[in-house]
């Protein structure tokens, strides 16, 4: 059995729950650009979306491409009972500041989302066969753990389309490939990471910040190792404590992972796990409305609005952005399969805003501003495996 068919079979013996897919809601009218007529909803194309694991409202991955589908293709909001228009004001706000100016380039592109929700691994395959079941124009696979399903359903049906986010196609000797109907994208999130390390670096007090991954995967190991390599570079004598959950669906173990990290002296801890890391940061959230003087970094989204007193900023990949680009390519025939590799030099990856004071945090921006600019250039070079680190810097608990 490869590692990609072992990973999906220790998911499903994982995930107790029962399948409970959303059912497909049809859209309101959506607000079109200017200029531009109505589709009738009956004709409009249809957008399909699995989520994985974690499923809406995880504040991270998956919000991130329900935002890239719902509120900034079809320009609607998902409700209890469907969909309902969404107001004007509140999609651009939904694109924060680092995308405020490109705003005119994200109109609204008149399609229906159809969206499915797993709750366990054997879910994948037959969820992606019921979006082309229904025909929708192309189908979006959230997560590295929907690879195997995508490459099925692909192969089984030439002429759909498919985005597949978080993950090459992979052969049976776990080797990148591409099929011609799949647009696979991946992001060096190792570069955000360091970034967000380096922060960290300088913000600690105790000289001890934490680690709160899911899995112990490769993927999860590449945030791990950009976060500890960034520490060290801001702040070289600082201790980083490691602790994986083991899941990413599971917020109590999350909490409970997170409260004993900080019983062992970090002031800042960057919780990359999911759903297990909503539970991390609402340890550190009422850790600090107790008055502890500690910080959160969150992963994928920005988790601001969950702890605002308590967030720091957040590796933010722009999972919303990729989704969003697919649509438009597909809606205008656009559409090409291949893979995409998104960093820091492209914006798939980027940091949060630091809204939060603290001592020097000018200078702070500063450096990280140019470490980033360093990235981009080439002149730094972040690893991507905890094992490429000099020494050890870490301990586990």
Same mark, same amino acid.
């Not at 990471?193 to 007090?205: D, E, H, N, Q, S």
């Not at 609402?282 to 502890?292: S, T």
């Not at 949060?352 to 001592?359: I, S």
């Given at each position: ?23 497909p809601?049809a ?7 200017a200029a ?6 009956a004709t409009? +194309? ?13 504040q991270a991955?998956n919000?991130s491409?329900?935002r890239g589908?719902e509120l900034?293709?079809?320009?609607v909001?998902? %409700?209890?009972g469907?969909?309902?228009p969404l =107001?004007?004001e509140e999609?651009? *706000?939904? !694109?924060?500041?680092d ?7 994200? =109109?609204p592109?008149?399609i229906?989302p ?5 709750r366990v691994a054997?879910?994948?395959?037959p969820?992606?066969?019921l979006?082309?079941d229904q025909g929708?124009?192309l189908?979006v *696979? ?15 049906n030439?002429?759909?389309?498919f985005?597949?986010?978080d993950?090459p ?7 990148p490939?591409t099929l ?10 190792e570069?955000g ?13 105790s000289?001890?910040? &934490?680690?709160?991954?899911?899995m %112990? ?10 976060f500890?390599?960034?520490?060290a570079a ?9 602790n994986?959950?083991?899941s990413?669906t599971?917020? =109590?173990?999350?909490k409970?992972v997170?409260?004993?990290m900080?019983?062992k002296?970090?002031?800042?801890? !960057? ?8 539970g *991390? ?13 500690v910080?959160?970094?969150?992963v994928?989204?920005d988790p601001?609005h969950?702890? +605002?007193?308590?967030?720091?900023s957040?590796?933010?990949k722009r999972?919303?952005l990729?989704v969003?680009?697919?649509v ?5 025939d656009r ?9 820091l030099?492209? &914006?798939g990856?980027?940091y ?5 004071? !603290?001592?020097g945090?000018?200078d702070?921006l500063?450096t990280?501003?140019e470490?980033k600019a360093r990235?981009i ?5 972040v +690893? ?5 680190? +000099?020494?050890?810097?870490k301990?586990?608990?």
């Open positions: 059995m490869s590692p990609r068919h072992l990973l999906l079979l220790v998911l499903a013996v994982l995930s107790a729950c029962k399948s409970n897919k959303e059912a809601a859209a309101e009218k959506s607000p079109a650009p531009a007529a109505p589709t009738p909803a409009r +194309p249809k957008v399909g979306l699995v989520l994985g694991l974690g499923g809406r409202g995880d991955f919000d491409a329900l589908l900034w293709a079809a320009g909001k998902h %409700e209890e469907g969909y309902k =107001a004007s999609r651009e *706000a939904s !694109f924060g500041p995308l405020a100016e490109r705003k005119s380039q994200l =109109a592109l008149d229906t159809v969206v499915l929700q797993s054997e879910d994948y395959e969820n992606l066969q979006l082309v929708v124009s189908s *696979a959230v997560g590295f753990m929907l690879e195997n399903a995508v490459e099925t359903v692909a192969k089984r030439p002429d759909m389309r985005l597949l986010v993950s196609l992979l052969n049976e000797r776990n080797e490939y011609p109907n799949v647009r696979t994208v991946v992001f060096r999130e570069e990471c360091y970034l967000v390390g380096a922060l960290a670096g300088l913000v600690t007090k000289g001890k910040v &934490g680690f709160v991954g899911g %112990e995967i490769p993927l999860v190991k590449r945030f791990e190792a950009g500890r390599a960034g520490v801001t702040n070289p004598k600082a201790q980083v404590i490691v994986y959950t083991g990413f599971h917020f =109590a173990l999350g409970q997170g409260q004993d900080l019983s002296g970090p002031d800042v801890i !960057f919780a990359a796990a999911g759903v297990d890391g909503l *991390a940061i609402q340890a550190v959230k009422e850790a600090r409305d107790e008055g502890r003087p910080y959160v970094i969150g994928d989204s601001t969950l702890a +605002p007193k308590a967030v720091l957040a590796v933010v999972v919303d990729v969003y680009e697919a438009r390519d597909r809606v205008r559409f090409q399969g291949g893979n995409q590799s998104l960093g030099k492209e &914006g990856i980027t949060a805003p630091v809204r939060l004071d !603290f001592p945090k000018q702070a500063r990280l501003e470490l990235i250039s080439g002149d730094v070079r +690893p991507t495996h905890p094992d490429q680190l +000099p020494g050890s810097g301990t586990r608990p």
